[in-house]
């Protein structure tokens, strides 16, 4: 069953017998990923922007490399099933805040900070969430940035404030994140405690790493 097929299936099951509901809820949620689409493009934009600001003044770009996405109306509705909420882009709008994603990788533990800050002082984004998983890893040795940001977005008749979840971290951080979700959620065989034990020990060593090579990063800098 395509996308499509899936979403007018999904609403149809809500109010039968009702076409015209079921094709306008269905097109609401198309709306509502061009709304998303539209912020994250606009967070993306704002952070080539400081980091081309960052190679004319210091010579170097701050930003490794950034990625998004963008959860499909079938992502959506399957999410709101699971929490137990209305099936609408109403809904969507109202108890999901990651339906906009991007993770920017950065090269230097001290860019993350400067990038968070740098937002913040935007006078039309509103920061509403900040999860610090440098400072306070979580128990498996996760280690990553997490902002929830209020965006606007300009519509041709209106202005809409959108939530984009942003995601920071190093390259090492980033390549320990990658490999220990494909570990631990994109294959069938549960990890076992003492793996577990190798990965927390993992992701120490490339926080070290991290910080020796902010430590470098300075030393040079100084001269």
Request: overall charge negative; hydrophobic content about 35%; proline content about 4%.
């Amino acid at each position: 069953m395509d996308e499509q097929s899936f979403i007018i299936d999904t609403i149809e099951k809500v109010v039968p017998n009702h076409h015209e509901q079921v094709m306008s809820a269905f097109y609401e949620f198309l709306e509502l990923e061009h709304l998303y689409e539209s912020a994250a493009e606009t967070v993306k934009t704002q952070l080539n922007i400081y980091d081309n600001e960052f190679s004319i003044k210091f010579q170097r770009n701050p930003i490794h490399g950034i990625e998004s996405r963008i959860k499909s109306p079938q992502s959506i509705i399957e999410k709101l099933n699971r929490k137990g909420c209305p099936l609408s882009a109403a809904s969507a709008r109202e108890n999901l805040t990651d339906i906009a994603g991007i993770r920017v990788v950065c090269y230097y533990v001290d860019d993350i900070y400067a990038i968070a800050e740098m937002l913040s002082l935007r006078e039309d984004v509103h920061i509403v969430k900040v999860k610090d998983y440098i400072r306070n890893p979580k128990p498996s040795g996760y280690r990553s940035m997490h902002l929830i940001l209020m965006v606007p977005v300009y519509l041709s008749t209106s202005r809409k404030e959108v939530p984009v979840e942003l995601q920071i971290r190093t390259i090492g951080m980033d390549f320990w994140a990658s490999l220990e979700h494909q570990l631990r959620y994109k294959t069938n065989a549960k990890v076992p405690e003492e793996m577990s034990r190798e990965l927390q020990e993992l992701s120490h060593s490339i926080s070290d790493m991290d910080n020796r090579m902010q430590e470098f990063y300075d030393k040079i800098n100084g001269l």
